[in-house]
């Protein structure tokens, strides 16, 4: 913005207001059509059926409203997240360099700081990395039986963290997203319950 420069000062500051409001009017864009985006999902609109979609569609097939909404609604906030965080921060930086300030040092800070709570927030990365996958990948949902590990359940809610589920004798389970390593979804494909064990006094009185 040179024409601002024979201002001195003044005209650095309102070089940085420009830039706050330009990084504004983006964020409203970009959260606009992340939010048009996520309604007509949850709307079940058929844009990813067309024939140019089809590797999409894995991912995207149709499925319950409860479900197809918190999918939306899960990927449609990683995004306005990772489009908020990445738009203040470089409207941050150019704002400070606008006001004559050496951003060197302060990018070497931000880097040192980012590493120290990346290893500090690693396990919570991990699970919200996991639960975007999961989520994305369609692994499983809301209503689906699920079993992780020993426990069998009903998925109640799916986050980018924590998984919540209800068993048989309905106790609440909370998992970690991070801590998954195998799932069997028995809502998808044709499950078959297995027959029940015979009692010990069945089989006595059958010995």
């Given amino acids: 913005m040179e024409f601002l420069t024979p201002l001195g000062y003044g005209g650095q500051v ?13 964020w409203l864009v970009v959260r606009y059509l992340i939010a048009r985006s996520v309604t007509r999902v949850q709307n079940g609109y058929s844009v990813f059926k067309k024939p140019h979609f089809k590797w999409a569609q894995p991912a995207l097939r149709p499925f319950d409203s409860a479900r197809r909404v918190q999918r ?9 997240s990772v489009a908020a965080g990445t738009i203040a921060v470089i409207a941050i930086l150019m704002v400070i360099e606008t006001l004559g300030f050496n951003i060197g ?21 991990r699970d919200a990395f996991l639960g975007f996958f999961i989520t994305i990948e369609d692994q499983y949902g809301i209503g689906d039986t699920i079993e992780i590990g020993e426990t069998v359940g009903v998925v109640q809610s799916l986050g980018l963290r924590i998984t919540r589920m209800v ?35 069945a089989a006595e009185s059958q010995a």
């Fill in 105 to 125: 040092p302060i990018l070497a800070s931000v880097g040192i700081v980012g590493i120290a709570i990346g290893f500090g927030a690693r396990e919570v990365i």
């Fill in 167 to 201: 068993d048989e004798h309905g106790a609440v389970w909370y998992v970690r997203n991070g801590d998954i390593t195998k799932v069997g979804n028995r809502s998808q494909g044709d499950y078959i319950a297995p027959p029940p064990e015979p009692s010990s006094a």
């Fill in 14 to 26: 309102i070089a940085a207001l420009i830039i706050l409001i330009g990084a504004l009017l983006l």
């Fill in 72 to 80: 939306a609604e899960t990927i449609g906030g990683l995004l306005s």
